[in-house]
């Protein structure tokens, strides 16, 4: 079966979200690339773009992997503010849904509250300090 991992572009400060994710579900990164890890010939990334996150990974659970990036300066801003799209989380009891919505949602703004829901889930929606919006969920 396929699986789905999200991976969220930022203007910056990846590695700065991406512990403060890690201190919500914890875990160990996978993998972190900065640019200056990267070597083609022929380019040669900007000082200031060096030390920022070219990939990170994030495990979540079995099959569910966060990943993330920083836009390098060149590439231009990430809209914080935009509403594309969400990342769900299905947890596994009402508590660890509480547990990852109030630790996720610290610093942001909340847009449902969680709580029981009138399709029947426990349910809350929120975008997190990092403008990156959020669907937690238990039925």
Do not use: C
């Amino acid at each position: 079966m396929a699986s789905i991992n999200p991976h969220i572009h930022f203007n910056g400060n990846t590695e700065e979200a991406f512990h403060f994710y890690q201190s919500v579900f914890g875990g160990s990164f996978g993998s972190i690339t900065r640019f200056k890890d990267l070597t083609t010939e022929g380019f040669q990334f900007p000082e200031e773009e060096l030390n920022k996150i070219m990939h990170i990974s994030l495990p979540i659970s079995a099959g569910s992997t966060l990943m993330g990036s920083d836009v390098p300066s060149m590439l231009g801003t990430v809209n914080e503010k935009e509403n594309r799209s969400k990342i769900t989380v299905s947890a596994e009891s009402k508590e660890e849904a509480d547990k990852i919505f109030n630790g996720l949602s610290s610093g942001g703004e909340v847009e449902f509250p969680i709580g029981d829901s009138p399709w029947g889930v426990y349910f809350g929606a929120f975008r997190d300090k990092y403008g990156v919006e959020w669907m937690i969920s238990f039925s």
